[in-house]
């Protein structure tokens, strides 16, 4: 299955400054890029460097004034994966070194104090089976609102609200997993029939010695997902953070099926 | 129904300090006060002064040293309360001043972020069956689990961790209330079978014109229960403030109902 | 001295809802209202309450559709004020029952957090001089950046982040002040020169046995502040409450001294 | 320079559990283990992983009822310091991967609220200079006390509350440090002189390529520490992390310099 992404960024900066990018498709075994271009109007070189868990990468730029970026990318997904439900959860001691941070509760997500409500509500199911069960009351009881939610948004809180957007999404799917002993991070990725079309953050669980993507918004197919970056919660993902203020003009991302 | 409390509270000072007291039963219509003693090793006399929204009383004294503090009271109860079901609730804009600070958010309480949750699941009913409702979700969902939460615990954590003691079930309902319209205050309160026996914590709702008592933990009969103060949450309404530091050796409250 | 106010809000609203609106004159000694109008596009009557501390009034009001508020009014301030420097503080055991609320923390200002701060900074002086020393720091290290905060911001939010608007400004003094024994409270109010011109926030602190009136922001002149509403904090003063979701469209504030 | 480490914990616990235990001394090229021994009191067999950025390990175990952790290390310490004034900070543009991640807030960490307190108090200096002056504030304002904080105190609280221990100091530098644009990661360690006796937390900044040790306490000297682990803040350089629940029995920690 082939996707042909094309995303336009256009940004006015008051005063020049450094800016971090994480716009560009990893290369991994389940999903090969098979061209990208990644076009900005900077008056340096692009400097990319390794992303986290050494998946993808970011791009360190310089900008000042319009700051005009341009990424496309065709990428073919062949993902084998075998049914959530056929997954199993490990003890906790038997995790190797890569899933350990994962454990833990990060920024925007307490994952700790979800212990008790995971374990009354999915404390009868194990590995693949309770993180099913965890993406159908999320289904049932969260209200996919734009706006609902802000910058500082946490887990706890859209488990309180009730209502947010796939980044709001993510963070609760990630606070009951690791609240259950499920390693969890979260993945920024493209994919079609994300509306409105944008950035999306979906999560990979620790199952059955491997990463299993899943979307608790359920408006992307894990087959159709396409990786950028992973780590701990929206802080590690964002797809650009720029160390200065700017000004947002316009922001296009496109994502296609190749037939 | 009469009831005798009796109460000893025993702290160390290691230097002076200013002490507000809130732990004299409040003479309203409904709970007579038959008579009371409020005994304190003070260098200075007691400086009563009233509680909020003119109920009851607060005590300020000077404390150094050892501070033993004995209350004892006989109160009798006559309260008529017609049925939690039968009580409506008014359109917001037809509120006394007296209701309307307690429709607000409040230090623990940030009751607007429960709007979407409290609509979804207790939408469909109106007043007191509506209040009815949101008791019996409390009673399904939450655990009382003595030392599970602590003092910067708000009724948000509280609602995601699923336990706590009387001050969290309160702060919840209050919060649940309030984001349905209902003005909701809190009330420190003596009542016999709370378990373990201690100063306790339950709720006054706004409902048909009058505020009416509820216990969200279900631990003590609404009609058996002998106000001390009301207040917005649980800073109002804290049994003793030490403006200094203190050490705690004793602390005993008695309920009990005569016969 | 006289003021002439005028207050224009319009707002659109979805779906029919109630508000509350705090933007009235309170009638009190030290400012005399000579006379004021409140038209209100609202299909039903309105219904004015009596404010926070029986201080001015709110008013509850319908509306649908276009929500159009204009108010004008003209003031008489005469306020003699004795100099800051010249006020005492009462030690906590003899304030009133009007002042003792405004020594709690409250919702946006987490106060017992700033004690060991306040005292190390303002420690060695008393009443008037120890407010006029956190005046004089207030106004050396807050920068007044209009937008820099928002509505969840608190206290704490502003001694770190240094920046605010004069809410934030009176949050602050106000967690500095209850941190150091002196009873604050929130102001609401209209007054010449504060820029740009708008709804105010002014503090008043409880010294020498009464309450006295000072803008941390340093805008207004206390004895120039008209007073509306006042309460703990942002939460009981704010201007319009709307229990719904309304856009505004067009609000202006104007606020002239007479010659 | 050699220093024998010594550790006992003693806990009990209710119910099997697995725990992820981080003492062990990092083997690296300025600190040489020269032997080291850790027994446990486990059923099962110790599960070494590797800890965060490949630097020392952490350990999986099974716990069940009494468990007894014994660790023992003799380490050879020569690391060569430049003096922190010598040190020259990078454009953000310029950092490598393995530095990015402590440019971002992380859980107790909030970073970018300090930028406006950052430029304004250190914004004249720049690199080592500017992170000397951020210790010096620290020294200056901060008290250290016992008792003071607890796990949920963030770094915000800290710069409000001005006390707390060492986990707090390396939080509070963190967050200046990254406000000003050095990437600074927290450190888990043994150290003589650190009083009382413990594990103790510090800090290395990422300063002229690579990463400086710096100890914002002013207990331990940079010359004589000996890291454990890294991580971006408290959550990741925990010495153990019980996933069930355990009472401490006894814990000591000894660090002696040889002579």
Request: proline share 7%.
């Amino acid at each position: 299955m082939q996707f042909e992404i094309d995303v336009m960024l256009d940004y006015q900066l008051a005063e020049p400054a450094d800016v971090l990018l994480q716009i560009e498709v990893a290369q991994m075994p389940d999903q090969r890029l098979i061209g990208d271009t990644l076009t900005v109007s900077s008056p340096e070189p692009l400097r990319p460097v390794a992303g986290g868990d050494a998946i993808g990468q970011r791009t360190w730029l310089r900008a000042d004034g319009v700051l005009h970026i341009r990424y496309s990318a065709i990428v073919e997904v062949t993902r084998r994966r075998p049914p959530l439900l056929t997954l199993e959860a490990a003890p906790a001691r038997l995790l190797p070194a890569e899933a350990v941070p994962y454990l833990m509760p990060s920024r925007y997500i307490g994952s700790e104090q979800f212990e008790p409500f995971v374990e009354s509500r999915f404390g009868g199911l194990e590995g693949g089976a309770k993180a099913a069960a965890m993406l159908d009351w999320i289904a049932a009881e969260m209200a996919y609102v734009p706006g609902a939610s802000h910058g500082a948004t946490c887990a706890a809180d859209s488990f309180v609200e009730r209502q947010g957007v796939c980044r709001d999404y993510a963070h609760l799917l990630i606070g009951f997993a690791r609240a259950a002993g499920i390693p969890a991070r979260m993945v920024s990725a493209y994919a079609p029939n994300v509306a409105p079309q944008d950035f999306h953050a979906v999560v990979e669980l620790w199952l059955s010695d491997g990463w299993h993507l899943v979307d608790p918004t359920g408006m992307a197919d894990p087959d159709e997902i396409v990786r950028i970056g992973v780590g701990r919660d929206a802080t590690d993902i964002a797809f650009m953070t720029i160390l200065g203020s700017a000004e947002m003009k316009a922001q296009r991302v496109d994502v296609v099926r190749l037939p």
